[in-house]
């Protein structure tokens, strides 16, 4: 989406857009020579779902949709987005324009899960590389587990109880605009007035009131620590608790980090642990908890061995009514994670239900 915003409608069919062209030509009645126009007609049935008022008005002009605009530039379309929520070019990219595309995306997510249900012959489900979610069986010695796969970005991720949020030793968190699941995590709780702008970083503030309540020192703890605060704005889709697991050791003097998988088995463990004991006293009860792909990010961990050390661990949880989720970006990593651990892919309509939280009854996911 940031590509199609960036060099606009007149250029899509000299762009790189698997996802979305992939999306468009699925379509019944389709044509699939034309698939620029189609991933067009795909982007203005997206846009036309957001519901009026300047959240549709700010997508239509952001990407060119509006009357006129087909043609802009990418600067102008910004600027003129950035009239409609009454804030300068550069706060509209650093803030709102962000929000507005991924709107687009998940109306695009939902357009693609619903039009492969009415395709004859799609047997009920979406290609494997657009579904947000995949629930996967995973039989290891005789028994079998359950685990709901999301794929997607961590601040999607609804009802889910406890999100695991990798940290490092001396648990502190990156810097908003970050990419890592901890900066998505920090930016997603924050606390936010009607323009946008930041006013309350809670889980900053959260995560230094744990440290100074537990009495930890202002060096690093091992690997393997588990912190847990309030979610913050997080709170709004469901999620009541985040584990900040300690995983990533700073290398002094330079940008790298040391990690081992057994720092990140001990994490998922004392994840699973603080979370019995927590459970017990929460109504309802804390039931769900959604990993990501410990220490394989700046961490340097390759896929495998991240899975490979906090698989065992979350296989061998005895919590009768524990549901496990797992969080990756992209479809490709997921692929690489279900082969590692030998995964069947079940189909969706057999997925969990919510676990809680404000949106009772939604899907988490």
């Known amino acids: ?33 034309a698939w620029p126009v189609e991933v067009e007609k795909l982007l203005r049935e997206a846009v036309s ?67 492969a249900r009415d395709v004859p012959g799609a047997g009920g489900t979406v290609p494997a590389p657009y579904r947000q979610h995949r629930e996967l069986r995973i039989d290891r010695q005789g028994r079998a587990r359950r685990v709901l796969l999301h794929i997607h970005p961590v601040e999607w991720l609804r009802c889910v109880d406890v999100v695991v949020s990798p940290s490092n030793t001396h648990f ?37 009131a744990a440290r100074h309540e537990r009495g930890l020192p ?20 469901g999620v009541r608790r985040i584990y900040h697991a300690a995983v990533t050791a700073p290398r002094p003097g330079t940008n790298d980090y040391d990690t081992t998988p057994q720092g990140v088995a001990d994490a ?51 919590g009768p009514d524990r549901e496990v989720h797992l969080i990756v970006r992209r479809p490709d990593t997921a692929d690489q994670l279900a082969r590692f651990l030998g995964a069947e892919q079940l189909p969706p309509d057999g997925a969990a239900a919510c676990s809680g939280g404000p949106a009772e009854g939604e899907r988490p996911w």
């Open 172 to 208: 502190e968190l990156p810097p908003v605009y970050k990419s890592s699941v901890a900066a998505s995590l920090r930016r997603a709780a924050a606390g936010r007035d009607a323009t946008g702008e930041v006013v309350a970083d809670h889980l900053a503030d959260a995560l230094a």
């Open 1 to 33: 989406m940031k590509l199609v915003r960036s060099e606009g409608l007149v250029r899509i069919r000299d762009l790189d857009l698997p996802l979305l062209r992939g999306m468009a030509v699925s379509a019944p009645g389709a044509v699939v020579e």
């Open 49 to 115: 779902r957001l519901g009026g008022g300047d959240l549709q008005e700010a997508a239509e002009l952001t990407l060119g949709l509006a009357p006129g605009m087909r043609d802009s530039v990418a600067a102008e379309r910004r600027k003129r987005a950035a009239r409609v929520y009454s804030l300068s070019t550069e706060r509209f990219r650093k803030s709102q324009e962000g929000t507005v595309l991924a709107q687009v995306v998940e109306q695009l997510c939902w357009i693609a899960g619903a039009g």
């Open 218 to 237: 202002a060096g690093p703890v091992p690997p393997g620590a588990v912190l847990a605060t309030a979610p913050g704005a997080l709170a709004r889709r």
């Open 268 to 318: 998922a463990a004392r994840v699973l642990e603080l979370m019995s004991r927590e459970g017990a006293a929460c109504t309802p009860p804390l039931r769900s908890v959604c990993f990501p792909l410990l220490g394989a990010g700046r961490g340097g961990l390759p896929v495998e061995a991240s899975v490979g050390a906090m698989w065992p661990v979350l296989d061998a949880d005895g």
